[in-house]
């Protein structure tokens, strides 16, 4: 540097900082030597606050406002500098600002899962996600313990610790608190106020005020929310019986109230047929009630009933002769999808083994005479 640039330095008095940025914790002041002129003024803005050190050891601390720096107003570094009188030379200190606002939608995230076990699934992998705010509450501290004599410190230079933090402490209280997996979700805010209370003071070590601490999801792998669906599924259809008797009653209404709709000649023979099915069924379930108390033998297996989707409605339940009478007339195509108890899901009725057969090709043309 030159020699114009080094006493222009001495005799800049105004040291303040303009902050534009977003993420900047900590700046310093720029200063060749970092020699400050005595009776410099000094600005510290609102959600600021200005840290002097002195030979790596911490000085004084402003807040906001207009400070002229002299051994009057800065007492603590003049007993570090040994400046038992006023002195007119330019001093040398590191001037840091520290940003005081708060720090909002920082990130926190589980790398790996959290192994746990359920009351309910066993023993389960989760995965975790949220948001956090933090503060600086003692610059001083904050200065000395983390952000050191750095010229510039941003959040991301200190995020990955808190992250750590945050994640670890989550595990701990997720395998103390024993809230089963479905229950998780009523219990977030519960949930993230009891771990934000816990850590505030491992945050304060830093300097550092844990304001907002947010738990957004706790998930399961992929593949167990899949199984989980299906089983969600089956709890919402409930009994299947009433449920394919409710599907027919309808179907049988719309039909009734269209008569001319394509179709519907054939859909009402096959939804008359399920009924028929039904009803000949309980009847004959009535009919072999057993009257009188005592050892009965079991009633005799009955054939799988299947249920078809036709023209976009549900028809069945369809007896083994009657699907065939359906295949046969044209009603039921290879595509057409067919679902009977114990399938996990409908499928092309050419896919099911048991049917496949039913659709045969047509025989091969007869050879042409030469």
């Known amino acids: 540097m030159s020699i114009w640039k080094k006493v222009a330095g001495q005799f800049i008095d105004v040291i303040e900082w303009d902050n534009a940025s977003q993420d900047t914790l900590v700046w310093k ?14 600005i510290v ?22 400070h002229e720096l002299t051994t009057a107003n800065i007492p603590v570094l003049t007993t570090l500098a040994s400046w038992k009188y006023a002195f007119n030379a330019p001093f040398r200190c590191d001037v840091f600002f520290v940003n005081l606002r708060q720090f909002t939608n920082l990130k926190w995230g589980t790398q790996n899962p959290i192994m746990l076990r359920d009351p309910e699934f066993g023993p389960v992998r989760l995965r975790a996600f949220g948001t956090y705010c933090v503060r600086v509450k003692d610059p001083g501290r904050f200065v000395k313990q983390i952000s050191g004599i750095l010229p510039e410190f941003r959040t991301e230079d200190i995020t990955t610790q808190f992250r750590n933090i945050l994640v670890s402490r989550l595990a701990d209280a997720l395998g103390e608190i024993k809230i089963p997996v479905l229950d998780l979700a009523a219990n977030y805010n519960e949930l993230g106020g009891r771990l934000q209370e816990q850590m505030q003071h491992e945050f304060e070590e830093y300097g550092v005020e844990l304001t907002k601490y947010l738990v957004e999801n706790i998930s399961l792998p992929p593949e167990v929310e899949q199984a989980l669906d299906k089983r969600s599924s089956m709890g919402v259809l409930g009994n299947m019986g009433a449920y394919t008797q409710f599907q027919t009653a309808n179907a049988i209404g719309d039909m009734a109230n269209n008569p001319g709709s394509a179709g519907s000649g054939m859909m009402g023979v096959i939804a008359g047929m399920g009924v028929g099915n039904v009803m000949g069924g309980t009847m004959q379930q009535n009919a072999q009630a057993p009257q009188q108390p005592g050892a009965m033998p079991p009633p005799l297996p009955t054939a799988a009933t299947w249920y078809a989707g036709v023209n976009g409605q549900q028809v069945g339940p369809l007896t083994p002769d009657a699907l065939r009478q359906q295949i046969a007339a044209g009603a039921i195509t290879p595509d057409t999808l067919v679902w009977k108890q114990g399938m996990a899901n409908w499928c092309a009725a ?4 048991e049917l496949a057969g039913l659709f045969s090709s047509p025989p091969p043309m007869p050879p042409q005479p030469s």
Not at 29 to 42: C, T
């Open 29 to 42: 002041f720029p200063r060749y030597d970092n020699e400050i002129k005595n009776g410099a003024q000094l």
């Open 45 to 66: 803005r609102e959600t600021q606050s200005a840290v002097f050190l002195h030979e790596g050891q911490l000085g004084d601390v402003f807040q906001p406002g207009r």
């Open 350 to 353: 050419q896919q099911v083994g």
